[in-house]
């Protein structure tokens, strides 16, 4: 996808979604619409893009030809003591000159590097924007995972603090020992200051999502827990990574780079040969009311001026010597393209190993989220078991407790696994630069307000 298109479907994504989700909790594509109209690093974004793109109109303008027009308008005023004369002469002057660059190598690769600039600047752009994508999802994903952290260490609380009670109940009547009861408030405790730590995480992950948009949320829409957890298609790492050295943006914007500081080289190496430059001139001049003049008994009539000039022809300019200054430059450019290159390498190499990384991290989350689902089911038998055990006798409070940590942790390690993979998945589009307003779109189906994740007030 050109970065034209990119940016228009980033566009329309946005103009159409505001109009489309306004009456119910704040879901995802609604704070992505958001965010292309206020996030401030997405605008300066533009702007950068904007400026740079100027830059092929200046160089164009070089090679362009060049029209000017003078002129002038005079009074002069002649007043001799000796001769014993004064006179006024007034006149007009203007002159229209054009300049066409013939021969002009400097010129040309000049324009050449600007084209590489504009096209490295698009492709800044267009990572800026898949940028925004990922960190939108990103801190709306990390806000549904703290909030689901924070339900299941709630439920947690809660489950031990009737632990807690019961066993205290049963401590008054003989039935169980004063060390339960500690094992049970300790349980207890542990579980407040964990809840106390998740509702600060919540309030973090909501600011960081307002510090996007600069708006407060108050209810964000819950992630269906029928999304789908699939392999990444095709599910094979190499695809992955060809697209990710074909398509990925930053590395897009690198390779321009390069080829921006390769034409700068040529640019300063051009400096050497000559120019040629068409020119035309046309200047007219033209004086009125010349006075008769008598100096020593003899007259003199001055001349009106009524004078046209047009001149046509060829300008050559040879460059001999600048101090050293030009073979500096070269020199200076000829290192800025090798650093450009070894960057280039640098990076590339880079993005194959984040690109397999990030494959087998979305591979290992299908994987995980699979096991975790199961194991939840295993963790919700074994409390019931230890539950039964705890009542007939065969199970002591410490195992009761365990399993009921057992339960509600593994609820958060499925949850985490969930959102990694979301995220993880979005990162590897990304690195692929296959990330776009699409993907908003997509998971924004799996969004439901019917269980939506509050703003917890300030403490």
Same mark, same amino acid.
Request: aromatic fraction near 8%.
């Given at each position: ?119 490295? #600047? %698009?492709? &800044? ?6 940028? *925004?994508?990922?960190? /939108?999802?990103? +801190?709306?994903? =990390? $806000? ?98 060809? #697209? %990710?050295? &074909? ?6 914007? *690198?390779?321009?780079? /390069?080829?921006? +500081?390769?034409? =700068? $080289? ?109 194991a939840l089911v295993s963790a919700q038998s074994a409390l019931k078991a230890t539950e039964v055990g705890y009542e007939v006798g065969t199970r002591n409070v410490v195992d009761l407790l365990q399993a009921q940590r057992g339960l509600y942790g593994t609820q958060r390690d499925l949850a985490n696994a969930r959102y ?40």
């Amino acid at each position: 996808m050109t970065q034209a298109a990119f940016y228009r479907q980033f566009i329309v994504t946005a103009v159409g979604v505001l109009g489309l989700h306004g009456a119910h909790a704040e879901n995802l594509a609604d704070i992505y619409a958001t965010a292309q109209l206020q996030d401030p690093t997405i605008k300066a974004a533009r702007a950068n893009f904007e400026a740079r793109h100027e830059i092929v109109y200046q160089a164009r303008g070089v090679v362009l030809p060049q029209i000017r027009l003078s002129g002038d308008a005079t009074r002069s005023k002649i007043d001799s003591d000796s001769s014993d004369y004064e006179v006024t002469i007034e006149g007009y002057s203007y002159t229209a000159s054009l300049e066409q660059a013939v021969f002009n190598l400097q010129a040309w690769y000049g324009y050449q590097q600007a084209e590489a600039i504009d096209a490295q #600047a %698009a492709a &800044e752009l267009s990572a800026a924007e898949q940028d *925004l994508v990922l960190r /939108v999802a990103s +801190a709306y994903f =990390n $806000v549904l995972r703290a909030a689901a952290n924070l339900r299941s260490s709630q439920a947690e609380e809660a489950a031990i603090k009737r632990q807690l009670e019961q066993t205290e109940q049963r401590f008054e009547v003989g039935l169980t020992a004063i060390t339960d009861v500690h094992e049970a408030q300790a349980a207890y405790d542990l579980t407040v200051v964990v809840r106390i730590q998740l509702e600060n995480q919540l309030e973090i992950a909501f600011n960081a999502l307002e510090s996007i948009t600069g708006e407060r949320y108050e209810q964000l829409s819950g992630l269906s827990p029928s999304y789908p957890v699939v392999p990444a298609e095709p599910a094979a790492r190499e695809p992955w990574v060809n #697209a %990710a050295l &074909e398509s990925n943006f930053s590395l897009l914007s *690198l390779t321009a780079a /390069v080829e921006a +500081a390769e034409r =700068n $080289v040529s640019v300063q190496k051009s400096v050497y040969y000559p120019t040629v430059s068409l020119f035309a001139q046309y200047q007219r001049e033209y004086t009125d009311d010349a006075p008769s003049l008598v100096v020593g008994g003899n007259t003199f009539q001055l001349q009106n001026t009524d004078q046209d000039t047009a001149t046509i022809g060829l300008r050559l300019e040879v460059p001999l010597f600048s101090g050293g200054l030009n073979a500096s430059r070269v020199r200076q450019a000829a290192s800025e393209f090798d650093a450009a290159r070894f960057n280039l390498d640098r990076v590339r190499l880079d993005l194959v190993q984040q690109t397999r990384s990030l494959f087998s991290l979305v591979m290992t989350d299908v994987e995980r989220v699979r096991a975790r689902r199961q194991a939840l089911v295993s963790a919700q038998s074994a409390l019931k078991a230890t539950e039964v055990g705890y009542e007939v006798g065969t199970r002591n409070v410490v195992d009761l407790l365990q399993a009921q940590r057992g339960l509600y942790g593994t609820q958060r390690d499925l949850a985490n696994a969930r959102y990694d993979y979301v995220i993880h998945m979005l990162q590897l589009k990304q690195a692929a630069g296959r990330l776009g307003p699409d993907d908003v779109e997509g998971l924004n189906t799996w969004l439901r307000d019917a269980d939506p994740v509050t703003d917890p007030p300030p403490t």
